[in-house]
């Protein structure tokens, strides 16, 4: 199996800065891809950013450009999302998703962490 541990989520005013991290553990032969996506209230699930571990290439909602920042750390399985002038909308719980594959295994598999709160209120 494949485990993630997020950190890092908390309560923040608009225009605060917070920094979510999630390492991944377990069976893992390799990850291709690690990824952040982020629920409100009565929404739907949504991707925020995503990072390819080989080749670092880097992708964002266009609510985010400019203002989160996705990055990882291959020899720690972590990846971290760097989230500066945090708004009101963006509250939401945020989930660590991997594209991972077990060792023992022939392809790859997404595997999700338990969440994170974010809140961002005055």
């Known amino acids: 199996q494949v485990q993630l541990v997020e950190s890092g989520g908390g309560l923040v005013q608009p225009g605060g800065s917070l920094r979510l991290s999630c390492a991944a553990s377990?069976?893992?032969?390799?990850?291709?891809?690690m990824d952040w996506y982020r629920q409100a209230p009565e929404k739907q699930r949504e991707s925020v950013a995503s990072?390819?571990?080989?080749?670092?290439?880097?992708n964002y909602a266009d609510s985010v450009k400019g203002r989160f920042t996705i990055s990882r750390d291959n020899s720690k399985n972590t990846v971290y999302l760097q989230m500066n002038s945090l708004k009101h909308e963006d509250t939401a719980i945020y989930y660590c998703?991997?594209?991972?594959?077990?060792?023992?295994?022939?392809?790859?598999?997404?595997?999700w962490g338990q969440g994170t709160q974010v809140t961002v209120s005055s």
């Open positions: 990072i390819v571990l080989s080749s670092g290439r880097t």
């Open positions: 377990g069976r893992i032969r390799s990850i291709y891809s």
């Open positions: 998703n991997v594209d991972a594959r077990e060792i023992g295994t022939a392809g790859y598999a997404d595997y």
